[in-house]
């Protein structure tokens, strides 16, 4: 009986209560019931991580056809190097989904001297493409930037260092704030600006002032860490001729039509050709051979010619759903490593998103970052994939949630993973039900017992 009343009151938990009549003033009623479920966090990274994946893929193809049948004879051979990330990304995020949240606390530090050990590699053996930065590594047969994975690596291991912190009540010293956290940031920042990559690196500092904002450090703090970043990155800036040349271009983008603005321009001409519904998948003029890298830096001016403002407003409105999901997370969780990981990987992905639109709507300097889930490359799109995987799990921990998903018992991606020996209670899941129509809660031994005495 214990397991017939419980399951019918969960699940009226998590559906909330249902109210008579339609349309969308009983929905615009209902809609706070609906955000106050046990699982809508979870409901909505899919979805959005979902419909984001598909939309790259699309947008991917249709940007990309002109220059790969140029360069490869083919009109499909980037977008199936796309589709094959997506296809390798998909296993490894459900995989993450379904682990513990000890699993991710544990990996942070191997994670992050593999990126450390990989970003060293590739600045004296890596390889130079396009603009000529050294930036990319080939590992059997494949080429990866190391960069990417590092952000992960990152988010990881200073979620776990603060929350560990946090624990041995530690924090309330400035200097347990900052040691091991900034050095470790500034080496991997610094490791990347060997390959020139200044959006990365931008990255990376935001996510530590993330960091630091939510786990409590002073007001004093938080702003001098701020003019550090500031600083730091403008002197990276003002070093490099081809960064300050960037700047001052988008400070004024008609002064080098021909040049040095030449993609920031032709990225504007697609957004306004593109209109308010614009001129149609497919048919973009700017991708034959206008507009420089249009499958990944600029793949929104694409979205903006091709779907107009309502494909770009879409495209926003997903990452805004997407960042809401991520900090109600925050939020919501029950220990100090899910509130500093969520926050961390969500401040990645917003934040890298915000950097690749400004640039293209032409409010920010150009960076050369993707725009997660939806830009080229398997590189940018695996470790994104997991991250947000893991943000599924941080999801699924919530207290509610796991008594939500308890009372459905295990999936069968849980049941498959448990056959392998893998342990969910971390991440809520049921234990196995007595094959009987009610629970028996007598010691095992009794339990068999009384079978032998059923069979004789």
């Not at 700017?286 to 600029?298: V, Y």
Request: aromatic residues 8%; proline residues 6%.
């Amino acid at each position: 009986m214990a397991v017939s009343t419980s399951v019918p009151s969960a699940k009226r938990a998590e559906g909330g209560p249902r109210r008579a009549g339609g349309g969308a003033r009983a929905w615009l009623r209902d809609l706070p019931s609906i955000l106050d479920r046990p699982l809508t966090s979870y409901y909505l990274l899919a979805g959005t991580t979902a419909m984001l994946t598909a939309l790259g893929l699309t947008m991917v193809l249709s940007s990309s056809m002109v220059d790969s049948y140029t360069e490869t004879g083919s009109a499909f051979s980037l977008f199936q190097k796309q589709a094959m990330a997506a296809a390798a990304g998909l296993p490894l995020m459900v995989l993450a989904s379904h682990l513990p949240v000890s699993v991710f606390r544990a990996v942070g530090y191997p994670a992050l001297l593999v990126s450390i050990a990989l970003l060293l590699i590739t600045a004296f053996r890596g390889d130079a493409y396009g603009s000529g930065a050294v930036r990319w590594l080939e590992i059997g047969g494949l080429t990866i930037q190391a960069s990417e994975p590092a952000k992960l690596a990152f988010a990881l291991w200073g979620a776990n260092v603060l929350a560990r912190k946090e624990e041995l009540k530690q924090l309330g010293d400035w200097r347990q704030l900052l040691m091991p956290l900034l050095p470790g940031c500034g080496i991997l920042v610094v490791l990347v600006l060997v390959g020139t990559d200044l959006g990365t690196s931008f990255v990376l500092l935001a996510t530590f002032l993330a960091l630091l904002w939510v786990v409590g450090a002073p007001g004093r703090l938080f702003l001098a860490m701020i003019g550090m970043v500031v600083s730091l990155v403008s002197i990276m800036v003002a070093v490099q001729p081809f960064r300050l040349a960037r700047v001052t271009s988008f400070l004024n983008p008609q002064s080098d039509p021909t040049d040095a603005n030449f993609q920031l321009l032709h990225g504007l001409y697609a957004l306004g050709t593109g209109g308010v519904f614009g001129v149609g998948i497919g048919q973009s003029r700017e991708k034959w051979g206008f507009l420089p890298h249009p499958e990944s830096d600029f793949i929104f001016a694409i979205i903006g010619e091709e779907m107009g403002l309502i494909g770009t407003l879409v495209v926003v409105g997903l990452f805004g759903v997407l960042g809401y999901a991520g900090l109600r997370v925050a939020a919501r969780a029950g220990d100090p490593f899910t509130r500093l990981a969520a926050t961390a990987i969500t401040a990645w992905v917003t934040i890298q998103a915000m950097v690749n639109i400004g640039t293209v709507i032409g409010v920010m300097p150009i960076t050369g970052i993707p725009l997660p889930l939806v830009s080229a490359g398997g590189s940018a799109l695996i470790p994104t994939m997991v991250a947000l995987g893991i943000l599924l799990a941080l999801a699924k921990s919530e207290p509610e949630a796991r008594a939500a998903l308890a009372a459905r018992g295990p999936s069968r991606v849980q049941r498959a993973l448990g056959w392998l020996g893998l342990d969910f209670t971390a991440t809520g899941a049921a234990p196995k039900r007595p094959a009987a129509g009610r629970a028996d809660n007598r010691p095992r031994s009794t339990q068999v017992q009384a079978r032998r005495n059923r069979r004789r």
